[in-house]
Protein backbone atom coordinates (compact mmCIF):
# COMPACT_ATOMS: atom_id res chain seq x y z
CA UNK A 1 0.00 0.00 0.00
CA UNK A 2 1.59 3.35 -1.28
CA UNK A 3 2.05 6.40 1.29
CA UNK A 4 -1.43 8.21 2.71
CA UNK A 5 -1.91 11.29 1.06
CA UNK A 6 -1.07 14.90 2.96
CA UNK A 7 -2.45 18.22 2.22
CA UNK A 8 -2.31 20.19 5.34
CA UNK A 9 0.11 20.38 8.12
CA UNK A 10 -1.14 21.91 11.11
CA UNK A 11 0.78 22.67 14.56
CA UNK A 12 0.77 24.14 17.57
CA UNK A 13 2.73 27.30 19.05
CA UNK A 14 4.24 26.93 21.97
CA UNK A 15 6.57 24.16 22.22
CA UNK A 16 5.90 23.52 18.85
CA UNK A 17 6.73 25.99 16.29
CA UNK A 18 8.01 28.07 19.44
CA UNK A 19 9.70 27.85 22.90
CA UNK A 20 9.77 29.45 25.95
CA UNK A 21 11.67 32.75 25.49
CA UNK A 22 14.61 33.99 28.24
CA UNK A 23 13.11 36.02 29.95
CA UNK A 24 14.40 37.91 33.38
CA UNK A 25 17.48 38.55 32.50
CA UNK A 26 20.28 41.06 34.62
CA UNK A 27 19.27 44.22 32.84
CA UNK A 28 15.63 43.10 33.73
CA UNK A 29 13.19 45.31 36.54
CA UNK A 30 11.79 42.19 37.65
CA UNK A 31 13.39 38.81 38.33
CA UNK A 32 12.50 35.54 35.59
CA UNK A 33 10.39 34.63 39.02
CA UNK A 34 8.28 38.12 39.31
CA UNK A 35 7.74 37.90 35.73
CA UNK A 36 6.33 34.35 36.22
CA UNK A 37 4.20 35.29 39.25
CA UNK A 38 2.58 38.52 37.56
CA UNK A 39 1.54 36.58 34.79
CA UNK A 40 0.35 33.73 36.44
CA UNK A 41 -1.76 35.84 38.49
CA UNK A 42 -2.96 38.11 35.91
CA UNK A 43 -4.48 35.23 33.41
CA UNK A 44 -6.36 33.13 37.06
CA UNK A 45 -8.26 36.71 37.29
CA UNK A 46 -8.90 37.87 33.75
CA UNK A 47 -12.09 37.67 32.35
CA UNK A 48 -13.01 35.91 29.28
CA UNK A 49 -13.50 39.65 27.40
CA UNK A 50 -10.25 40.76 28.26
CA UNK A 51 -8.82 37.70 26.83
CA UNK A 52 -10.64 38.04 23.40
CA UNK A 53 -10.03 41.99 23.12
CA UNK A 54 -6.30 43.45 22.55
CA UNK A 55 -7.37 46.79 24.30
CA UNK A 56 -8.84 45.00 26.99
CA UNK A 57 -5.92 42.63 27.50
CA UNK A 58 -3.94 46.08 27.73
CA UNK A 59 -5.68 47.62 29.69
CA UNK A 60 -6.34 44.91 32.61
CA UNK A 61 -2.66 44.57 32.45
CA UNK A 62 -1.70 47.77 32.88
CA UNK A 63 -4.12 47.88 35.98
CA UNK A 64 -2.68 44.80 37.45
CA UNK A 65 1.17 45.98 36.47
CA UNK A 66 0.49 48.97 39.20
CA UNK A 67 -1.35 46.88 41.58
CA UNK A 68 2.02 44.78 41.80
CA UNK A 69 4.31 47.23 42.22
CA UNK A 70 5.93 47.30 38.44
CA UNK A 71 7.62 50.90 38.74
CA UNK A 72 7.62 51.82 34.84
CA UNK A 73 5.20 52.12 32.42
CA UNK A 74 2.56 49.04 31.36
CA UNK A 75 3.66 49.70 27.37
CA UNK A 76 7.42 48.94 28.42
CA UNK A 77 6.52 46.08 29.81
CA UNK A 78 4.19 44.50 27.45
CA UNK A 79 7.16 45.37 25.11
CA UNK A 80 9.76 43.36 26.82
CA UNK A 81 7.32 40.37 27.96
CA UNK A 82 6.68 40.89 23.77
CA UNK A 83 10.06 40.61 23.11
CA UNK A 84 11.20 37.92 25.38
CA UNK A 85 8.05 35.46 26.21
CA UNK A 86 9.00 33.08 23.39
CA UNK A 87 11.61 32.03 20.61
CA UNK A 88 10.56 30.25 17.02
CA UNK A 89 11.87 27.61 16.67
CA UNK A 90 14.38 28.69 13.30
CA UNK A 91 14.45 25.05 12.05
CA UNK A 92 10.71 24.11 12.23
CA UNK A 93 10.15 27.50 10.55
CA UNK A 94 11.95 26.21 7.53
CA UNK A 95 10.10 22.71 8.20
CA UNK A 96 7.09 24.66 7.04
CA UNK A 97 8.46 26.75 4.15
CA UNK A 98 9.92 23.21 2.66
CA UNK A 99 6.15 21.89 3.24
CA UNK A 100 4.61 24.87 1.42
CA UNK A 101 7.20 25.04 -1.57
CA UNK A 102 5.93 21.15 -1.69
CA UNK A 103 2.39 22.18 -1.95
CA UNK A 104 1.45 21.27 1.45
CA UNK A 105 -0.66 23.77 3.15
CA UNK A 106 0.39 25.15 6.77
CA UNK A 107 -1.56 26.31 9.85
CA UNK A 108 -1.30 27.18 13.09
CA UNK A 109 -3.91 25.82 15.76
CA UNK A 110 -3.12 27.24 18.73
CA UNK A 111 -4.87 28.67 22.27
CA UNK A 112 -3.82 31.83 22.42
CA UNK A 113 -5.49 35.40 24.17
CA UNK A 114 -5.58 38.30 21.30
CA UNK A 115 -2.87 40.15 22.92
CA UNK A 116 -0.43 37.28 22.04
CA UNK A 117 -2.95 36.21 18.63
CA UNK A 118 -1.66 39.76 17.57
CA UNK A 119 1.83 39.29 18.70
CA UNK A 120 2.26 35.91 16.79
CA UNK A 121 0.34 37.05 13.30
CA UNK A 122 2.53 40.58 12.69
CA UNK A 123 5.32 40.57 15.09
CA UNK A 124 6.50 37.18 14.73
CA UNK A 125 5.37 36.51 10.71
CA UNK A 126 3.36 33.72 11.24
CA UNK A 127 0.69 35.48 9.53
CA UNK A 128 2.64 35.57 6.38
CA UNK A 129 4.07 32.19 6.85
CA UNK A 130 1.53 30.19 7.34
CA UNK A 131 -1.90 29.50 5.56
CA UNK A 132 -4.00 30.21 8.13
CA UNK A 133 -3.86 30.82 12.13
CA UNK A 134 -6.59 29.08 13.93
CA UNK A 135 -6.35 30.90 17.83
CA UNK A 136 -8.92 29.77 20.61
CA UNK A 137 -9.35 33.69 21.02
CA UNK A 138 -10.70 34.07 17.43
CA UNK A 139 -12.95 30.68 17.03
CA UNK A 140 -14.41 31.06 20.79
CA UNK A 141 -13.33 27.62 22.16
CA UNK A 142 -10.25 26.37 23.69
CA UNK A 143 -7.77 22.86 22.87
CA UNK A 144 -8.78 20.17 23.86
CA UNK A 145 -12.26 21.10 23.54
CA UNK A 146 -13.87 19.22 20.00
CA UNK A 147 -15.52 22.68 19.59
CA UNK A 148 -11.77 24.20 18.75
CA UNK A 149 -11.21 21.49 16.21
CA UNK A 150 -14.61 21.64 14.61
CA UNK A 151 -14.50 25.29 14.04
CA UNK A 152 -10.95 24.52 12.87
CA UNK A 153 -11.90 22.11 10.25
CA UNK A 154 -14.92 24.09 8.89
CA UNK A 155 -12.42 27.41 7.84
CA UNK A 156 -9.65 24.89 5.88
CA UNK A 157 -10.44 24.02 2.40
CA UNK A 158 -9.20 20.22 2.99
CA UNK A 159 -10.64 17.19 3.84
CA UNK A 160 -9.51 16.09 7.32
CA UNK A 161 -8.53 12.62 6.37
CA UNK A 162 -6.01 14.30 4.68
CA UNK A 163 -4.69 16.72 6.96
CA UNK A 164 -2.64 15.94 10.48
CA UNK A 165 -1.94 17.86 13.77
CA UNK A 166 1.18 18.08 16.04
CA UNK A 167 1.04 19.17 19.54
CA UNK A 168 2.73 18.61 22.60
CA UNK A 169 0.28 17.99 24.92
CA UNK A 170 -1.13 14.47 24.95
CA UNK A 171 -5.11 16.01 25.46
CA UNK A 172 -4.90 17.87 22.77
CA UNK A 173 -3.88 14.98 20.45
CA UNK A 174 -6.59 12.80 21.80
CA UNK A 175 -9.04 15.27 21.18
CA UNK A 176 -7.76 16.19 17.40
CA UNK A 177 -7.73 12.05 17.08
CA UNK A 178 -11.72 11.79 18.23
CA UNK A 179 -12.59 14.79 15.73
CA UNK A 180 -11.49 12.26 12.91
CA UNK A 181 -7.67 14.36 12.80
CA UNK A 182 -4.27 12.22 12.14
CA UNK A 183 -2.93 13.24 15.42
CA UNK A 184 0.90 12.87 16.65
CA UNK A 185 2.58 14.30 19.79
CA UNK A 186 5.79 16.37 19.15
CA UNK A 187 7.99 15.50 21.89
CA UNK A 188 11.02 17.16 19.28
CA UNK A 189 11.42 17.54 15.75
CA UNK A 190 13.26 14.40 15.02
CA UNK A 191 10.48 12.43 15.88
CA UNK A 192 7.92 14.67 13.97
CA UNK A 193 10.14 14.16 11.41
CA UNK A 194 9.97 10.30 11.32
CA UNK A 195 6.15 10.42 11.75
CA UNK A 196 5.71 12.41 8.26
CA UNK A 197 7.83 9.79 6.91
CA UNK A 198 6.50 6.69 8.23
CA UNK A 199 3.13 7.95 7.62
CA UNK A 200 3.69 9.82 4.21
CA UNK A 201 7.09 9.12 2.93
CA UNK A 202 8.12 12.68 3.15
CA UNK A 203 12.18 12.39 3.66
Not at 3 to 9: I, M, P, T, Y
Not at 16 to 39: C, E, I, K, N, Y
Not at 59 to 78: F, K, M, R
Not at 143 to 167: G, N, T, V
Request: proline share 4%; charged share 20%; with cysteine.
Amino acid sequence: MGARKLSGVIFDADGVLQHAGPFGTQDWVWSARQHRDFVSGFYRTAGPETLADVDAFIAACGTALAEAGWPQDAATYLARWAEGNVTPDPAMLEDVRRLRAAGIACYLGSNQDAFWAAHLETALGYGQLLDGLFLSCRLGAAKPQAAFFEAMLAQIPLPREDLIFFDDKAANVEAALACGLEARLFTDRPQYLRDLEELYGLA
